[in-house]
């Protein structure tokens, strides 16, 4: 029924992340099913980093993690910085400091400032 419900062309992203609180719980009764997705979540979430990463150059430093899953959801949480130590063992998870927007125009104004100092 869920994947019925997941793949109907009339759900959007919200209804499905509306199923999101559904996964703690679930996790914490040892559902086999809901801590193989919520590994896999967070294992793809940690994938989404390297191509930022790698664009920024980052290999070491405070990466923090922000949205509902990675704040509220331990599984999803803990799949992720395992997933990411693995390949960045010198970047760090954090709580924000600042909201998503701020951390965007830091990483922008940064590589600005790397390009500049590279030009002739």
Known sequence: QLTGYVYDPQRNKGDIAALSPLLIPACEQGDAAAVAIALRAGRSLAELVGPVADVLEMREGDLALLGGVLTHNTYVRE?????????????????????AAYGAVLAALHQWERRKEERP
Do not use: G, M, V
């Open 79 to 99: 799949a992720f910085q395992e997933t990411l130590r693995t390949r960045y063992p010198h970047i760090r998870c954090i709580p924000p400091k600042r909201d």
